[in-house]
C-alpha cells in the first residue's frame, strides 16, 4: 500500500534540502514506517508542489542515509533499521537494565551525538530540527511535548549521521522514557525541556562541535534535577 505524505510547508531556501527534512522528519516521527512505499516519483513531486528534479536530489539523499530504499520498478520505499543496528538493539533489548546505568549511557552517548550532529548536519537535518523546536511549546499537553521531545533527540541522532549511535539512542529513550515523562508534566518544566533544546541546536547550526556537546550535558543535568525533584 502506498503511503499518503502530508503536504509540505514552503518556505525561502533550498527546496531540496526541505523535501528531505520533511520526509526524515515522517520517518523519525514514525508517521511513515519501515515497509511503506512512497507515492511514484511523479505523484510525489505534484503532491509536494516541487519539480522533480528536487525531489531526486532529496530522495538521493535520504538514500545515502539508508532512511529509504529505491528499486528501479519498485518505487521508493522506507528501510528497517539496518542490520548491524538492528542485532544490537534486539542484543541491548533482552538486557534488563537498571535505571542508572541507563542513565549514565545517556550521560556518555547523547553529548558525543550533539558534538557530532554540529561537524555533520545536512541543511535537511536543522531544517528537521527547527521544525520541531517550532511545534514544541510549554502549553502543549505533557504526552505532546514529550513526543516532540523525543523527535528533536532522534532527529539529532541522525544528524550525527551513525546509525548505530540512532539505536542507542532509541534504546536509552526508551529505558529512561519514565524519568522523561515527569520532566513533561508540568509547565516549567516543558518549559526548561525546550530553552535546553535552544540551546543545543543554535550550537549545531553554529557548527560548534564542544559548544553543542556542552548544551547537551547542560540539558541532561537540568532535566534529571527536575525529575529528582519531582519524585
Known sequence: MTASIPPLRRRVGSVSAEVAAHLEGLITSGELRAGDRLPPERELAAAMNVSRSSLRQAMFELESKKLIERRQGRGSTVTEAARHAGNLADGLGELDIELGY??????????????????????????????????????????????????????????????????????????????????????????????????????????????????????????????????
Request: proline share 4%; aromatic share 2%.
Open 102 to 231: 541507563a542513565l549514565e549511557l545517556r550521560d556518555l552517548v547523547e553529548p558525543r551525538i550533539a558534538q557530532l550532529a554540529a561537524l555533520r548536519a545536512v541543511d535537511s537535518n536543522l531544517l528537521a530540527l527547527e521544525r520541531v523546536l517550532v511545534r514544541s511549546s510549554e502549553t502543549l499537553t505533557p504526552a505532546a511535548s514529550l513526543r516532540l521531545d523525543i523527535e528533536f533527540h532522534t532527529l539529532l541522532a541522525h544528524a550525527a549521521q551513525n546509525p548505530l549511535l540512532v539505536t542507542l539512542c532509541a534504546m536509552t529513550t526508551e529505558w529512561t522514557r519514565n524519568t522523561r515523562t515527569l520532566s513533561h508534566r508540568t509547565r516549567p518544566g516543558r518549559r526548561l525541556s525546550l530553552d535546553g533544546h535552544h540551546r543545543i541546536y543554535a550550537a549545531v547550526t553554529g557548527h560548534d562541535g564542544p559548544g553543542a556537546a556542552a548544551a547537551m550535558q547542560q540539558h541532561l543535568r537540568e532535566v534529571r534535577e527536575l525529575s529528582g525533584s519531582l519524585r
